[in-house]
């Protein structure tokens, strides 16, 4: 139920920035793709490290989640799901014009799943047999906290506008082919 609940918030996270959800004018139409991971490139700028930090800690709890249920998947299976997940998210982002595909966050957020399990690991080995409890423990915390800092955000009086759609211009082909 925890794991439902984290995968909600966090494609509301990263489809509408916890804003009611809304399709950009430019849906379906092309735009911008950022290939090149972390630096400038064509109309993209370099990756905020502010975001990279944050597209890493919204993953761990993936990690955690996903390694505590998932227990009979290898390492570079969860890795795979991890990755999947996260280009499915920036695909749908693109396609719903509501962020930009970049290919800083298919990484930032894979290696985010992977620190989730590197805790997870280190908890194991730790808190052995106790785990299973603690882990309850700390993600009905978690969630609860989750849950409230959402409400604050929601009845607070800051109000963030959409993203503004991005349209790279087409250059107009003149009538002489040239």
């Known amino acids: 139920m925890f794991f439902a609940i984290y995968l909600v918030l966090l494609v509301w996270v990263i489809l509408w920035k916890l804003e009611k959800p809304w399709i950009g004018e430019a849906a379906l139409l092309p735009h911008p793709i950022k290939l090149i991971p972390f ?8 990756s905020n490290p502010e ?19 998932a227990r009979t998947l290898r390492w570079w299976q969860l890795t795979a799901v991890f990755l999947g997940a996260s280009l499915v998210l920036e695909t749908a982002q693109h396609l719903l014009s509501t962020g930009s595909f970049d290919t ?25 047999a106790r785990l299973p409890a603690i882990g309850i423990r700390i993600s009905v915390i978690a969630t609860a906290i989750s849950l409230i800092a959402i409400a604050a955000l929601i009845v607070s009086p800051l109000r963030y506008g959409p993203q503004h759609d ?3 211009p087409r250059p107009a082909s003149s009538a002489d082919g040239r």
């Open 39 to 46: 630096v400038a490139s064509g109309d993209a700028g370099a």
């Open 51 to 69: 975001e990279v930090l944050a597209n890493v800690l919204f993953f761990v709890p993936f990690g955690l989640y996903l390694g505590s249920v």
């Open 104 to 128: 800083s966050d298919l990484i930032t957020n894979t290696a985010g799943g992977l620190v989730g399990l590197g805790i997870l690991a280190l908890a194991r080995r730790r808190f052995g």
């Open 166 to 168: 991005v349209i790279v």
